[in-house]
């Protein structure tokens, strides 16, 4: 396996300034997020450095390789997830306008009704929620994960994640997630989902049904 080592992202600062989402848990927060990406990089060192012995020793109880394959999803999805969910945090709330809240109204009935389902899923989630395109339906959806790699939805690309580990919220919510949510949909920047969005539906121009690496 080759290594393509990542870098951090830097956040727009407002994400230090938010209603409801103190200074501390972000600073926190962050520090998970460099640790995914930390940990990514490394995992990728350690399959590079796979022998044939390691290969050999493949089996789906446990190896090496499979411990491995199955941390870097882990460490993978820690690192994404948390991008998308710092990158559409430090907004005014609000909602949606244009094609987004179109869509939101076609799949949901009413934003409100969208608030509602995101907020419940939110709360009946073990890890993240996001909302997400299902390009094979054509349509808006709510879905969790329990952890970082559980529960994939084929053809789904996500404009929004929520994060619902209790690190996201202890610090200023205890227990309280529901409302650690509310101060989620208030701190929302919808420019960056919308465009989150437009990059989702996008189609190729070279012909193809589905979006290519290369369009």
Known sequence: MQV???????????????????????????????????????????????????????????????ELKTELSFAWGGVVNHEIYFGHLGGEGGQPTGELLKQIEKDFGSFEAYKKDLKATGIAARGWVWTAWNEKEGRLFNYLGDAQNTFP????????????YEHAYFIDYG???????DAF????????????FENAIRKCTCGQEESCDEC
């Open 185 to 196: 949909f208030e701190n929302l920047d919808w420019k960056t989902i919308k465009e989150n």
């Open 4 to 66: 393509n080592k990542i870098q951090p992202k830097t956040f727009n600062e407002k994400i230090f300034q938010m209603k409801g989402i103190s200074k501390k848990t972000v600073e926190e927060h962050l520090k998970l997020y460099q640790g995914y990406v930390n940990k990514y990089n490394e995992i990728q060192e350690k399959l590079a450095a796979l022998t044939d012995d390691d290969f050999s020793k493949a089996n789906q109880v446990y190896s090496h390789i499979r």
């Open 175 to 181: 227990v309280n997630r529901a409302s650690y949510i």
């Open 153 to 164: 939805v084929w053809y789904a690309k996500p404009i929004l994640a929520l994060d619902t």
